[in-house]
T-cell receptor
């Protein structure tokens, strides 16, 4: 089925470990974003990309890196995991300006840092 | 800076009745889009409805309608004939117009809706 695929669905890390959350979409969307969801705070934008080779920071970028080498993939890297990064992470994609339908979200990755 | 405010942390409604979830926003842009998403207990984000800032008519999608009052900067979601399956978290979100903010979807804190039989 077409959509946004995130892996893994669950992950436990030790403080200081690094890892990459994977995100892939097959809708040929130019725009992709990473969000984190914490209780009572809604979703906050971490990083986003408007196309291959172009990325920018969102509201809460510290501790995360991204790259966009292809239209389809937008991985999120945690450089040195901290307990404050325990959260649910969502990847989303959207076609460019002019669309009037919502972003398509992946099913999320629940990350726990101990 | 753009901001979304949802002042109702929790709401409940009787099955088959209508309910309004409040959302106010703040932006200096003339061009922007407003979205509502549903997040059931399973966790996925489900797009419900969209309203563009230049749309003259309120958006509707089945049992969902968006009460858009531009001068008051409000974009309330109305769910008619509530069903038990409507019990979920609901998020209001805004995207400013291109080119600067287009890819930035900013969310409110959400409203948890409980539908009682």
């Amino acid at each position: 089925n077409a959509g946004v695929t995130q892996t893994p669905k669950f992950q436990v890390l030790k403080t200081g470990q690094s890892m990459t959350l994977q995100c892939a979409q097959d809708m040929n969307h130019e725009y992709m974003s990473w969000y984190r969801q914490d209780p009572g705070m809604g979703l906050r934008l971490i990083h986003y990309s408007v196309g291959a080779g172009i990325t920018d920071q969102g509201e809460v970028p510290n501790g995360y890196n991204v790259s966009r080498s292809t239209t389809e993939d937008f991985p999120l890297r945690l450089l040195s995991a901290a307990p404050s990064q325990t959260s649910v992470y969502f990847c989303a994609s959207s076609p460019p300006a002019g669309s009037n339908y919502g972003y398509t979200f992946g099913s999320g990755t629940r990350l726990t840092v101990v | 800076a753009q901001k979304i405010t949802q002042t109702q942390p929790g709401m409940f409604v009787q099955e088959k009745e209508a309910v309004t979830l409040d959302c106010t926003y703040d932006t200096s842009d003339q061009s922007y889009g407003l979205f509502w998403y549903k997040q059931p207990s399973s966790g996925e984000m489900i797009f419900l409805i969209y309203q563009g800032s230049y749309d003259e008519q309120n958006a509707t999608e089945g049992r969902y309608s968006l009460n858009f009052q531009k001068a008051r900067k409000s974009a309330n979601l109305v769910i008619s004939a509530s069903q038990l399956g409507d019990s979920a978290m609901y998020f209001c979100a805004m995207r400013e117009g291109p080119p600067r903010g287009y890819n930035k979807l900013i969310f409110g804190a959400g409203t948890r809706l409980a539908v009682h039989p």
